[in-house]
């Protein structure tokens, strides 16, 4: 994995993140996203989500990347079946994170997710990268049946640059 490469990706992540939140009026904001049952803020709080899980993602890899194949391919099949509840809940807390936070809050906690994730990264060993766990498919279209924690170090620009195409601000 070619770090240098993520920490661009996440450098860039948090400039457009910027960019989108200062340039966007209230009512830009309070706007339908293209696709989304969410407006362009609760869209934007998502897309700050799909970073704030790493942390939790990447504490699952390294469960279960030291435990036998077929746990992971188990919990993976567990969680595809709890899809709906996930759906649920995903929906429900990107509403209510980007109706409640501040603009000023969500870009603070953007910064400080982007800067925990780079010292993260830089600790990691190629050992740790190279360790990875199944996924549930069914709960993002970025997630693969099999990751490692390299990949879940690129899941989450991968999710923002989707959801920025869905973004209608401006318009």
């Given at each position: 994995?070619?770090?240098?490469?993520?920490?661009?990706?996440?450098?860039?992540?948090?400039?457009?993140?910027?960019?989108?939140?200062?340039?966007?009026t209230?009512?830009?904001?309070?706007?339908?996203?293209?696709?989304?049952r969410?407006?362009?803020?609760?869209?934007?709080?998502?897309?700050?989500?799909?970073?704030?899980?790493?942390?939790?993602?990447?504490?699952?890899?390294?469960?279960?990347?030291?435990?036998?194949?077929?746990?992971?391919?188990g919990?993976?099949?567990?969680?595809?079946?709890?899809?709906?509840?996930?759906?649920?809940?995903?929906?429900?807390?990107?509403?209510?994170?980007?109706?409640?936070l501040?603009r000023?809050?969500?870009?603070?906690?953007?910064?400080?997710?982007?800067?925990?994730?780079?010292?993260?990264?830089?600790?990691?060993?190629?050992?740790?990268?190279?360790?990875?766990?199944?996924?549930?498919?069914?709960?993002?279209?970025?997630?693969?049946?099999?990751?490692?924690?390299?990949?879940?170090y690129r899941?989450?620009?991968?999710h923002?640059?989707?959801?920025?195409?869905?973004?209608?601000?401006?318009?």
């Amino acid at each position: 994995m070619d770090k240098a490469a993520v920490h661009d990706e996440l450098e860039r992540a948090r400039r457009t993140f910027h960019e989108l939140l200062d340039g966007a009026t209230g009512s830009d904001l309070r706007r339908p996203s293209a696709g989304t049952r969410w407006n362009n803020r609760q869209l934007l709080f998502h897309m700050l989500l799909g970073y704030l899980i790493i942390r939790a993602l990447s504490g699952l890899v390294r469960l279960f990347g030291r435990l036998p194949d077929g746990a992971s391919r188990g919990y993976a099949r567990l969680l595809n079946a709890g899809t709906a509840a996930f759906d649920a809940v995903n929906f429900a807390g990107s509403r209510l994170g980007g109706t409640l936070l501040p603009r000023r809050w969500m870009r603070a906690l953007f910064d400080r997710t982007i800067a925990a994730l780079h010292r993260r990264l830089d600790r990691e060993t190629d050992s740790d990268l190279a360790r990875g766990m199944h996924y549930p498919t069914r709960w993002d279209p970025f997630f693969r049946e099999y990751m490692t924690l390299a990949d879940v170090y690129r899941f989450p620009t991968r999710h923002f640059d989707f959801h920025r195409r869905q973004l209608t601000l401006g318009r």
